[in-house]
Antibody, heavy 114, light 110 residues
Framework: QVQLVQSGAEVKKPGASVKVSCKTS????????VHWVRQAPGQGLEWVGR?????GGTNYAQKFQGRVTLSRDTFMRTVYMEVRSDDTAVYYC??????????WGQGTLVTVSS | QSLLTQPPSVSAAPGQKVTISCSGT????????VSWYQQFPGTAPKLLIY???KRPSGIPDRFSGSKSGTSATLGITGLQTGDEADYYC???????????FGGGTKLTVL
């Protein structure tokens, strides 16, 4: 079945960068965009950006321009999100389908603490 | 932060029906498909409805979606206590070249 498995939780100091991975399986990697979504504690879902594994083209939400970089390793079927994080949040990756995101990764908690 | 507009909370009794609205603009809901997600505390969101009104395999037909113009609605019938969760709508925005979500609606089954 289709699965997206993310890397484990991270603790970072304010202003430091963290790289989160999202390993995919069960479908043709280059057929679907992979999206990233952020959720701060007690808050709603916030779209961060997306990457087209076929070619590597990216789009970012304006809020995250310059703070987030998406990349992919086609051989490893893995997408990466590097983010300079100033606040604690859970980051999810999700496969993009026409009209929805499915499935989602389990989420990666990035804790920012000095 | 750009958001689609949802009510913060809705509630209804077990067995009853509830609807959750999602309002957007011509560049998002008015031009693209709407999806709905269910999220329980501490877990990843789960796709409930895609392409406005289609249910993925395994989603009961108690869940339904509709869209009209720049608004969409999620309907849940035969409410169960296990339906208590946060529900989010989502759509693509052609102007921002951006994904968007609603602020989320907390469903309470009284």
């Amino acid at each position: 079945q289709v699965q997206l498995v993310q890397s484990g939780a991270e603790v970072k100091k304010p202003g430091a960068s963290v790289k989160v991975s999202c390993k995919t399986s069960g479908y043709t990697f280059t057929d679907s965009y992979v999206h990233w979504v952020r959720q701060a504690p007690g808050q709603g879902l916030e779209w961060v950006g997306r990457i087209n594994p076929n070619g590597g083209g990216t789009n970012y939400a304006q809020k995250f321009q310059g703070r987030v970089t998406l990349s992919r390793d086609t051989f490893m079927r893995t997408v990466y999100m590097e983010v300079r994080s100033d606040d604690t949040a859970v980051y999810y990756c999700a496969r993009g389908l026409p009209g929805g995101f499915d499935p989602w990764g389990q989420g990666t908690l990035v804790t920012v603490s000095s | 932060q750009s958001l689609l507009t949802q009510p913060p909370s809705v509630s209804a009794a077990p067995g009853q029906k509830v609807t959750i609205s999602c309002s957007g603009t011509s560049s998002n809901i008015g031009s693209n498909h709407v999806s709905w997600y269910q999220q329980f505390p501490g877990t990843a969101p789960k796709l409930l409805i895609y392409e406005n009104n289609k249910r993925p395999s395994g989603i009961p037909d108690r869940f339904s979606g509709s869209k009209s113009g720049t608004s969409a609605t999620l309907g849940i019938t035969g409410l169960q206590t296990g339906d208590e969760a946060d529900y989010y709508c989502g759509a693509w925005d052609n102007s921002l070249i951006n994904g968007m979500f609603g602020g989320g609606t907390k469903l309470t089954v009284l």
